[in-house]
């Protein structure tokens, strides 16, 4: 009788759905969970960026409507 274990690590699903087939989750060595959680977190940060840098600059002297409104290239 042959003994068959699975030499996956927890964190990578056998079937992660869609997402997994489409972008190779789990053969880069992630999961779903915790790419939507980057994905997240990267989206929070950028909208705090969004916010916060054009009154920093309108701290500074800056005109704030036009720190908000113009883009920097």
């Known amino acids: 009788m042959s003994d068959n ?3 996956q690590d927890n964190n990578t699903p056998t079937n992660g759905g869609w997402l997994d087939k489409r972008f190779l989750i789990s053969q880069r060595g992630s999961n779903v ?6 994905g997240l977190t990267t ?3 950028m909208v705090y960026s969004v916010i916060v840098v054009p ?4 701290a500074a002297g800056f005109d ?10």
């Open 55 to 58: 009154s920093m600059l309108g």
């Open 5 to 7: 274990t699975s030499t």
């Open 64 to 73: 704030q409507a036009q720190c908000l409104s113009q883009p920097v290239w």
């Open 33 to 38: 969970r915790r790419e939507l959680v980057a």
């Open 43 to 45: 989206f929070l940060a």
